[in-house]
């Protein structure tokens, strides 16, 4: 069964900042079974993870401040998660594209922002998923 928010899972991390709690990974992918294989990957390294498959409940999440990290799908419903990657921006949160099509204009425009295609290896997701962590501010 999907749905566009999934409740957060707990579990502790060793690269989110101590005493801060398990880190929380906004994952905004629309394809349910890359959601299901990332969110799976994502529970492994014992992070909380929020799933959305809209740029409409992403955006709401933004709002919320409710996670520490982003995993953001470009092309969402036919819409483009441009307005989403500048609300990440400006609030500052540390987020990467993760999309299977040709991201060179955006890594022109955001060299700074990691871009992970698909398909992926579950060890280079991992990789930058820690990478994300460490320049996360504790809560």
């Known amino acids: 069964m999907s ?3 999934a409740k957060p899972s ?4 060793a690269t989110h900042p101590p005493g801060a ?7 905004v992918e629309d394809d349910a079974i890359v959601a299901m294989l990332v969110e799976q990957i994502l529970l492994d390294m014992a992070l909380q993870v929020l799933v959305v498959s809209t740029l409409a409940y992403a955006l709401v ?4 401040a409710s996670f520490d990290v982003a995993i ?16 990440l921006l400006l ?3 540390p987020f990467m594209v993760f999309s299977g099509s040709d991201q060179s204009k ?3 425009d955001h060299p700074h922002i990691p871009v992970l295609g698909k398909p992926f290896e579950q ?3 991992e990789q930058y998923v820690r990478r994300l962590l460490e320049r996360c501010d504790p809560r």
């Open 10 to 13: 707990a579990g502790p991390t």
């Open 21 to 27: 709690g398990p880190a929380c990974v906004l994952l």
């Open 72 to 87: 953001i799908d470009m092309h969402l419903r036919g819409d483009h998660a441009n307005q989403l990657v500048d609300a």
């Open 61 to 64: 999440e933004v709002e919320m």
């Open 123 to 125: 060890a280079e997701l």
């Open 3 to 5: 749905t566009d928010r």
């Open 91 to 93: 609030g500052k949160i």
């Open 106 to 108: 955006f890594r022109t």
